[in-house]
């Protein structure tokens, strides 16, 4: 593998764009944070190339994230340029990242490690069930709440440490209302349910942080607040979603809008640096 230089842009995107619903995340941070660094989601690509065609993708953000898409299995060689760097976590599909993880990671402490299911819908498709609640803003619903689900969500989801957490949630809390992510099913002034997206692209979302109090859990409302947000953005031309499902009660509500399985997701996010 060769370190890419913005002259290998149009190459890297236009194999992105063919595996588009395992390619988000480095499509999406490319597109807003650029390959010149300077941001925690900015990229770094490395690439082969098989006769002028780009075969394999390893991605690596400033911040230590690594998202490979290696479908020639070149494990080992792409391992060789993770050397040095601060490796804070992997995310992709399970056979890249778990080929990728055995060639010299594979004893590293982590804080998070799971397979989950990845699905993808065509919305088009979609079925958009009844209940209570509309869609509002996540600025619009009370901050105190809603913070409260992102310590859960990141505690008990993610097993995100005590130590620091009370700043990572003002901190994510901070991006969606900047980002304008995520949104909350409000029933009057009773936030029901979040639905959020955390990569998005013209064509395609990927739903992220969906949350539901366990209070609520089992009537429904995440399923509804997902469908709505998706019916938002398919009416501005996004024609598919995807994401990945933490248990098999949020899968079959997935599976209920009209969600397919694809494949399978692998995150780990590590204890300290390399």
């Known amino acids: 593998m060769i370190q890419a230089t913005e002259a290998d842009r149009p190459g890297i995107e236009a194999f992105l764009q063919a595996r588009l619903h395992q390619a988000m995340f480095p499509l999406s941070n490319l597109a807003d ?3 010149a660094g300077g941001h925690e989601y900015a990229v770094r690509f490395w690439i082969t190339r098989l006769a002028s065609q780009i075969t394999d993708v390893l991605t690596v953000t400033d911040g230590g994230m690594v998202m490979p898409l290696l479908p020639s299995g070149g494990f080992a060689d792409a391992a060789i340029h ?3 760097l601060n490796v804070t976590g992997m995310a992709g599909p399970k056979e890249d990242v778990r080929g990728l993880e055995a060639c010299g990671l594979s004893d590293r402490s982590r804080s998070f490690d799971d397979n989950e299911p990845q699905f993808l819908l065509d919305l088009a498709d979609m079925v958009v069930p009844d209940g209570p609640g509309q869609l509002v803003p996540l600025q619009a619903a009370p901050a105190k ?3 409260s689900w992102l310590r859960d969500y990141d505690r008990n989801t993610l097993n995100a440490s005590i130590a620091g957490l009370d700043a990572q949630v003002t901190q994510t809390y901070a991006r969606y209302c900047a980002n304008e992510s995520h949104m909350v099913l409000m029933d009057g002034g009773t936030p029901l349910a979040m639905t959020g997206f955390n990569a998005r692209l013209p064509e395609i979302v990927q739903l ?5 109090p366990p209070d609520l ?12 947000h998706l019916a938002q953005v398919a009416a501005k031309g996004v024609t598919q979603a995807t994401l990945f499902s933490a248990s098999a009660a949020a ?13 399978t997701w692998t995150l780990i996010l590590f204890n300290g640096a390399t």
């Open 33 to 35: 944070y650029g390959m």
């Open 82 to 84: 993770l050397k040095g």
């Open 145 to 147: 709440v809603i913070k």
């Open 208 to 212: 992220g942080g969906v949350y539901t």
């Open 217 to 228: 859990r089992g009537h429904g409302h995440a399923r509804r607040a997902v469908a709505l």
């Open 251 to 263: 899968a079959r509500a997935y599976r209920a809008l009209g969600f397919m399985r694809v494949g």
